[in-house]
Structures are given as structure tokens and as C-alpha cells.
């Protein structure tokens, strides 16, 4: 039977409850480990190590990618896939769940990862017939969007750095996930929003780190 899945996920900076020695005694009962992005490979290599769990991972606008950048709005490359556990436009399945990985943010210096909002649109509509068929066999087309950036308007911030991307707002209308995890903005007070409900989609952002549980009833995406 399928069991509820913990997921530890992280973001943006190293946390110390996590890069602990109490690490296994805080975390033992995880079963995946995500990230949105923008952590450096030693920490993401040390909760693997010391968890002995999958990692599931996206790029953010800091870090660096081992796979060619996507700048033309009409050169897609599918499925792709990088070191650990990285996938970027492309769907993964780990521990009986499915994730659709979005990488980057909104460009404002012409870094990494960074995208156009026009782009961005642009590369999910062509993923539209992929994600019709998984929703209309399975449901839903995921289980969890994990991204780095944000949905336009909900937890983005009002700097040009920081404005999440409007296509996300119709993807998750369209994919119904029962989780939207993201990074990218950070959190000082802790009474800040982190959560919060979005056309049948529960928007997380996860920096520093969160543990949230996929239940049973909810990923029957195969």
C-alpha cells in the first residue's frame, strides 16, 4: 500500500537545524529530500550522506548548472537532467511521487537561470500536452511542483529580482499538484507567510527548511 511520503526541503541558505550533528535524530523519519535551489553541493551532499535519502533538486539563480542554458524562446531542450538529483523541465518520479522540476527565477541582471516571464510562458505551454494526459489518466499531472521562483503574486517579493512568474499561476491551475514548493524569497520574521492556499494547491516556500508530508490518498499519480 502506498504510505505517506515526509519530505524534508530545502532552500537558499544553510540552515543549522539541518547542518547539525542532531541531523538524523531531527530527520529520521524523511523519505526525500528536496531542494529549490540556490544551496551550495557540500550541504546537499551532507544531508544525502547523513539521511541515506534521494534528493530531488532544482536550480536557482545562484547556483551553477552542469547542463546548457536555455535562451531562445522557441529552443527547448526535454527531460533534462544534472548532478545531484537536479532535473530541470522534466518530471521525476521518487518514493511513488512525481515532481516537476522548474529551475531559475526572473531575469533582472542576465544571470543564470534567469528567464524572461515571456520565456517562461513560452517553455510550459510546450509541456501543455504532456501534462493534459498525465491529468486526465492520473488525475492530476503531478504530485509537486518544486521550483525555485515563486507564482506571480503569491509570496514574490516587489523588487525586480524577486516577482515571481505569471505562468505559474495557470500551471498549477492546470496540473492541480497537491504541493507548489519554492525558494527564492527570503524569510527574517517568523511569522511571515509560508503557506497558502491556491486553487486546490497548497504554495510553500521553503527556505531554510520545511518538512511537509504528501499523504497516502494524494499521489496515486503514477
Not at 90 to 114: A, V, W
Not at 144 to 166: E, K, M, Q, T, Y
Request: aromatic share 10%; hydrophobic share 40%; with cysteine.
Amino acid at each position: 500500500m502506498t504510505k505517506a511520503v515526509r519530505m524534508l526541503c530545502v532552500a537558499d541558505e544553510i540552515d543549522l537545524l539541518v547542518y547539525s550533528n542532531q541531523i538524523c535524530e531531527r530527520f529520521s523519519n524523511i523519505d526525500l529530500i528536496l531542494s529549490a535551489g540556490d544551496l551550495p553541493n557540500e550541504y546537499l551532499e551532507y544531508i544525502v550522506s547523513m539521511l541515506n535519502r534521494p534528493l530531488v533538486s532544482v536550480a536557482g539563480n545562484h547556483d551553477k548548472s552542469d547542463l546548457p542554458q536555455e535562451r531562445g524562446a522557441l529552443r527547448f531542450v526535454t527531460d533534462q537532467r544534472g548532478s545531484l538529483g537536479q532535473i530541470r523541465f522534466s518530471i521525476k518520479k521518487e518514493c511513488g511521487i512525481s515532481i516537476l522540476g522548474l529551475p531559475g527565477c526572473i531575469r533582472y541582471n542576465n544571470g543564470e537561470n534567469q528567464y524572461s516571464d515571456m520565456w517562461m510562458t513560452f517553455r510550459l505551454i510546450s509541456m501543455i500536452p504532456r501534462l493534459l494526459v498525465r491529468r486526465l489518466v492520473f488525475g492530476r499531472s503531478v504530485d509537486v511542483i518544486l521550483a525555485h521562483s515563486p507564482p506571480r503574486g503569491i509570496h514574490d517579493g516587489g523588487d525586480p529580482a524577486h516577482i515571481g512568474f505569471s505562468a505559474y499561476r495557470w500551471l498549477i491551475r492546470l496540473a492541480k499538484p497537491y504541493y507548489f514548493i519554492h525558494g527564492h524569497v527570503h524569510l527574517y520574521d517568523i511569522q511571515e507567510l509560508r503557506e497558502m492556499e491556491y486553487s486546490g494547491t497548497t504554495v510553500v516556500n521553503v527556505y531554510g527548511h520545511r518538512v511537509l508530508t504528501l499523504p497516502k490518498e494524494a499521489h496515486d499519480v503514477g
